[in-house]
């Protein structure tokens, strides 16, 4: 798809979003994306409703706990201030997949892709089509993003062990700003979920929630 300068100026326009709201009606809500390929994307259903609750009562934000799906190519992706990714497998992008994506992290969008386990290499070939010309670049420990509300002094922290490797932040860079937080061998959606669902231990359920509501309090006031 093709957008002339005029409609990429009113979409980037449309995604001044308020991190909160005056009112008691939410100001915004989370978006789950929705891909192709067979990958898992709905993957931790309880996950984004305990982070929006934990951020609400933490950041003081006012987040609508019950966010939505919406897929990658539409064109509601453009109401949604912060996109969330995750799944286990294979994703696929189209070509108007890839072009509406760029087009929305261009205009002042940010999404967080959360490694859930095994969806690693899929996500670098989808994302290569989105940014043929940036690399994932691995934040230092010193980047604001550890540093908001909560400090991770050693960066992302490590909620489930998988294959045992150190969790890495990576992160997409356009112009200065970072655009897209890659979240690897963390897990930090699992952390979210509901403490039964895989029964984590307390202490790491709030290291990947605080982790998360530093996310978002980056990507709303950067």
């Known amino acids: 798809m093709k957008y002339s300068l005029l409609i990429f100026v009113l979409l980037a326009s449309s995604l001044n979003w308020s991190f909160q709201s005056a009112s008691n009606q939410p100001a915004l809500k989370f978006a789950l994306m929705k891909y192709s390929g067979g990958g898992d ?11 929006a609750n934990f951020c609400n009562k933490n950041l003081h934000t006012n987040i609508d706990p019950l966010y939505e799906t919406i897929e990658v190519g539409s064109a509601e992706i453009f109401d949604y201030p912060f996109i969330y990714m ?18 929305y992290l261009l205009a002042g969008g940010f999404l967080h892709i959360d490694d859930n386990f095994g969806m690693d290499p899929f996500v670098r070939l989808a994302i290569k089509q989105v940014f043929p010309e940036l690399e994932w670049v691995e934040l230092p420990f010193t980047h604001e993003i550890y540093h908001r509300k909560y400090d991770f002094k050693t960066g ?39 403490q039964e669902v895989h029964n984590d231990p307390e ?19 950067n």
């Open 41 to 51: 994307w709905y993957s931790n259903p309880t996950a984004l409703p305990n982070l």
């Open 86 to 103: 995750t799944g286990h497998g294979n994703v696929v992008f189209s070509p108007s997949d890839a072009e509406n994506l760029r087009l």
């Open 156 to 194: 992302l922290p490590k909620i489930h062990k998988h294959e045992g490797k150190p969790a890495q932040g990576f992160g997409l860079i356009w112009e200065g700003r970072l655009i897209c937080y890659y979240s690897y061998e963390s897990d930090l959606g699992n952390g979210w979920e509901d």
């Open 203 to 221: 202490e790491k359920r709030l290291e990947a929630l605080q982790m998360g509501a530093n996310i978002v309090q980056y990507a709303f006031e």
